[in-house]
Nanobody
Framework: QVQLVESGGGLVQPGGSLRLSCAVSGSIFRINTMCWYRQAPGKERESVAYITSDGTTNYADSVEGRFTISRDNAKNTVYLQMNSLKPEDTAVYYC??????????????WGQGTQVTVSS
């Protein structure tokens, strides 16, 4: 059974940094695009950043220049380095991935989410 497990959330002061991790476990063939989403209270879930299997990245305008997405394919893990955090970054952050479990069978998976709170 494939699972995505996030870690690294917490409480941080404005201007601070956090690094989120998302590890994929289970029997898989290959991980394609990996993404981070977030959902703030009362708002819809939004895309934060994604990274393709060849390392191409893309960011939401609101985090461009402050957040960096990366992946370690040997560890089946994606990271989100968040710098210069703002109160408006407060949200539950979710990991998402397109995973080829066997040749020809690709599914989309979500993690359980990790809370990030930016407050003084």
């Amino acid at each position: 059974q494939v699972q995505l497990v996030e870690s690294g959330g917490g409480l941080v002061q404005p201007g601070g940094s956090l690094r989120l991790s998302c590890a994929v476990s289970g029997s898989i063939f290959r991980i394609n695009t990996m993404c981070w989403y977030r959902q703030a209270p009362g708002k819809e879930r939004e895309s934060v950043a994604y990274i393709t299997s060849d390392g191409t990245t893309n960011y939401a305008d609101s985090v461009e220049g402050r957040f960096t997405i990366s992946r370690d394919n040997a560890k089946n893990t994606v990271y989100l380095q968040m710098n210069s955090l703002k109160p408006e970054d407060t949200a539950v952050y979710y990991c998402n991935a397109d995973i080829l479990v066997t040749i020809g069978r690709m599914y989309n998976y979500w993690g359980q989410g990790t809370q990030v709170t930016v407050s003084s």
